[in-house]
């Protein structure tokens, strides 16, 4: 493609609309190709192994996109959080604690779920963890199709609680789902880390340092043993999030700062290929009736469909309404309790992390972690659903509060509402008024005569 097209192509992957889009194609695709003749071939290719044998390398597609590709998602995800942390909504602790709140509601309260259903059946608990997980690209992509008219701090609550969401995600994996560590190889990841950290603080310019570097990194952890994707956070947590002032480039007006310049470049790396071939990868699941019946019968699978739907709405919702009566934090004054309800349910849609989570917590028994790929799809759906009915309504009530705001019926440059007090706004209005019931007067006399409006001299 020419630059131009290049450019284009990259600035519409940085939307949030486009990168869900792409991810629920892939997802989509991936169920068709599955459950259709196609899927001794889809099969082939998922589990073709590519790769150096002598560096412990030689993976399978789908291990390379949850391993490799994910690494990238999530180092995306690092610079977000790095960036509300010093510049976002999570830098004022007063402002963060209600969505830090339900975030935190939000993971334990899906968690409990799975484990009350899954205690009460004699499933197996290691998932528990699967419905804990907020899929930021899915979410947002919902609210920005629907919420055409929802005020922007709705976006900032579901982004800080998504961050929050995803370090926790991020702890989840490294402390639970990292069974043997290889302590020399993640002291050498940890080596790696550190002179990618002195390389950002001595102001060390040019990506065919960094670059080789993190790939060097990310061999290391996952060599280590513990999920490569946290070499991605780590290396985005470490980027500068302010503008520079030693720097003469960034300190200029309008530049960005390190992390944005980066994530301008890597986002659309992420949202264009790194997540939809994952999900082409992870989503791969036969749909057949008894795997669906299993879904709402199996205590694992039931586990996974109520924690994602029940179990975030309540957690969130719930954790935000006691963290508001109880404690200090306040609600937004541009949001209202139902919008807290509306991301509460896009809260369950669980998608990426919660299939690697899903991946990761049944190595052993692969039948469990393909019932559970579908009882993640199935939960997430419910909850897209639930909260695209919600944000329809919410989306009616503030563009009529807006059309409110912005009427001006006597055409006089100023809205209608801040005009209630003014007397003579009341006069014009009644003359504007008046003359409408003659104008309705007048072409209800003309319809009874039978006289053409346009022939009527008057």
Not at 164 to 180: C, E, H, K, P, S
Not at 307 to 336: D, Q, Y
């Amino acid at each position: 493609m020419s630059l131009p097209e290049r450019n284009f192509v990259a600035d519409a992957l940085r939307t949030e609309t486009v990168g869900g889009v792409l991810l629920l194609a892939a997802a989509v695709l991936a169920v068709i190709m599955s459950n259709t003749p196609l899927s001794p071939a889809y099969d082939a290719v998922r589990d073709f192994r590519i790769g150096p044998e002598s560096l412990h390398l030689s993976l399978s597609l789908a291990n390379w996109g949850k391993d490799g590709l994910l690494a990238i998602f999530f180092f995306v995800a690092g610079i977000e959080l790095k960036r509300e942390l010093v510049a976002g909504e999570l830098r004022s602790p007063s402002a963060a604690a209600l969505p830090v709140v339900a975030a935190v509601c939000g993971m334990l309260t899906p968690a409990l779920v799975y484990f009350v259903v899954n205690t009460a059946g004699k499933g197996d608990l290691h998932g528990w963890a699967v419905p804990t997980a907020t899929d930021i690209a899915f979410a947002l992509a919902v609210l920005a199709v629907i919420g055409t008219s929802l005020p922007s701090a709705l976006r900032a609550f579901l982004l800080t609680l998504a961050v929050v969401d995803d370090l926790g995600a991020i702890l989840i994996i490294a402390i639970f789902y990292t069974t043997t560590v290889d302590l020399p190889m993640l002291g050498l990841a940890f080596v790696g880390l550190f002179v990618f950290w002195l390389l950002i603080r001595k102001r060390v310019r040019g990506w065919y340092i960094y670059v080789p570097l993190a790939l060097v990194i990310w061999g290391f952890m996952h060599a280590s043993h513990v999920h490569a994707t946290i070499a991605g956070v780590a290396m985005g947590l470490m980027l500068r999030c302010t503008k520079d002032a030693h720097s003469g480039e960034e300190a200029e007006e309008g530049k960005e700062s390190q992390a944005e310049h980066i994530e301008h470049l890597v986002r659309p790396v992420s949202a264009g290929l790194a997540v939809p071939l994952f999900a082409l990868f992870a989503a791969g699941v036969p749909l057949t009736g008894a795997a669906m019946r299993g879904v709402f019968t199996s205590p694992e699978t039931l586990g996974v469909v109520l924690g994602l739907f029940v179990g975030k709405v309540v957690g969130v919702f719930g954790g935000s309404w006691l963290a508001a009566r109880f404690t200090r934090a306040e609600l937004n004054p541009e949001l209202a309790w139902a919008d807290v309800f509306a991301v509460a349910c896009l809260a369950g849609i669980g998608f990426t992390v919660s299939l690697l989570i899903g991946e990761l917590a049944f190595p052993a028994n692969p039948v469990i972690a393909d019932n559970t790929k579908a009882a993640v799809m199935v939960g997430s759906l419910i909850s897209a659903v639930a909260a695209g009915i919600v944000l329809k309504i919410r989306n009616a009530k503030y563009r009529a509060l807006c059309d409110d705001e912005e009427r001006d019926e006597d055409l006089d440059g100023i809205p209608d509402m801040y005009l209630q007090d003014d007397p003579e706004y009341h006069v014009r209005m009644a003359a504007i008024l008046e003359a409408k019931a003659a104008e309705h007067r007048r072409l209800a006399q003309l319809a009874r005569s039978g006289t053409n409006d346009d022939d009527d001299p008057a």
